[in-house]
Nanobody, 127 residues
Framework: QVQLRESGGGLVQAGGSLRLSCAASGRTFRNYAMGWFRQAPGKEREFLTAINWSGSRTYYADSVKGRFTISRDNAENTLYLQMNSLKPEDTAVYYC????????????????????WGQGTQVTVSS
């Protein structure tokens, strides 16, 4: 089992940037592919991006491609999400998730693919 804890959320003005972190503990972090999702009030959870175990492959939803960047530091057991050019519609609770399969496919856009989830961190973008 792996435990995940997100941090780095907060309030930012439109056009600004934030970097989210997801600290992992428990089983070996490098064994997992990882993903970021978000959920806005009244909406379904939305896939944002995924990364394979080594960081050599990434996959982005069209809604964030070119603005968000996923990365990982296996030595520090940490996943990151760099978010630039933030918009009010990016306001949501952001979640990291771990997939026991260390590679990624198109299936990583679906939340059922993931085995472990963090508790989420709130991101609010003001206009």
């Amino acid at each position: 089992q792996v435990q995940l804890r997100e941090s780095g959320g907060g309030l930012v003005q439109a056009g600004g940037s934030l970097r989210l972190s997801c600290a992992a503990s428990g089983r070996t972090f490098r064994n997992y592919a990882m993903g970021w999702f978000r959920q806005a009030p009244g909406k379904e959870r939305e896939f944002l991006t995924a990364i394979n175990w080594s960081g050599s492959r990434t996959y982005y939803a069209d809604s964030v491609k070119g603005r968000f960047t996923i990365s990982r530091d296996n030595a520090e057991n940490t996943l990151y999400l760099q978010m630039n050019s933030l918009k009010p519609e990016d306001t949501a609770v952001y979640y990291c998730a771990a997939d026991r399969d260390d590679s990624i496919t198109y299936k990583n856009r679906y939340d059922y693919r993931y085995d472990y989830w963090g508790q989420g961190t709130q991101v609010t973008v003001s206009s």
